[in-house]
């Protein structure tokens, strides 16, 4: 299969490279790691960095697009070795329009930790409904399988276990590997939600420092930051 809308294909391109620079640029992802992907209109394919390309180095031409089985659509490059864990989420919510995975050294430390972030405060709330989740760890035979992708189901069997919304519970830590997070805007807004992401962790990490015996902070107030930035009677922000 090819691309039909070259036009298309070469906006989403140049909107991939831009926050995947961005993600490198804001120290979340050193050398060749992370990745960031957003989706055509259609959902028919989503364009993501290539693998092991330096930022620095990479152009919107590099950007590959592939379709949601993992096909590869007129490009020379090999895309992300992330791409089957991408397109598991994009099949799983189709409200999801762009995801992000980091390496970002505090939300990787709580992933190597098999924590979940508990939600401790407001800036937690104001991003995130409830605690950010861990996964399980991968089986062996997931691991020695078809790795990526066996990430992919680890990452949406935690969610259907568990009853998660991927819009309300936009990211997760796959245990002994690291975060990824989404968005249903745009992949600028999903690596400034990688940045909250990272800067959440941070701050759990030194509040259970503090106080160990810190667990979540009030129910009622968690519910008031989420619902005053994204419930139906919103009021944060302008009005368009």
Not at 1 to 22: G, H, P
Not at 35 to 54: E, F, L, M, W
Not at 178 to 202: H, N, R, Y
Request: aromatic share 10%.
């Amino acid at each position: 299969m090819k691309v039909k809308d070259k036009n298309e294909l070469a906006t989403l391109q140049k909107a991939v490279l831009e926050a995947n620079l961005l993600l490198y640029n804001s120290k979340l992802a050193l050398h060749t790691w992370g990745n960031v992907s957003a989706i055509s209109k259609d959902r028919s394919y989503y364009v993501i960095k290539p693998s092991g390309i330096p930022y620095e180095k990479m152009q919107f031409s590099d950007m590959v697009a592939v379709d949601l089985e993992n096909n590869v659509l007129e490009s020379e490059l090999n895309p992300s070795s992330d791409t089957p864990t991408h397109s598991l989420i994009y099949k799983a919510d189709h409200r999801i329009s762009a995801i992000v995975h980091t390496h970002s050294p505090f939300a990787v430390s709580w992933a190597q930790a098999g924590k979940e972030i508990p939600a401790l405060g407001t800036t937690h709330a104001d991003n995130f409904f409830g605690a950010i989740p861990c996964t399980d760890s991968l089986t062996d035979e997931q691991i020695n399988g078809e790795y990526e992708h066996n990430t992919g189901l680890v990452i949406l069997d935690h969610f259907r276990k568990n009853q998660l919304d991927f819009i309300a519970t936009p990211g997760v830590l796959v245990k002994e590997h690291g975060p990824f997070c989404w968005s249903d805007k745009s992949a600028i807004d999903a690596v400034k939600l990688a940045m909250t992401f990272e800067e959440i962790a941070k701050m759990a990490f030194y509040t259970k420092l503090m106080n160990p015996l810190q667990n979540q902070a009030n129910p009622v107030l968690q519910r008031k930051h989420y619902n005053r930035k994204h419930g139906k009677n919103a009021y944060y922000g302008q009005k368009k």
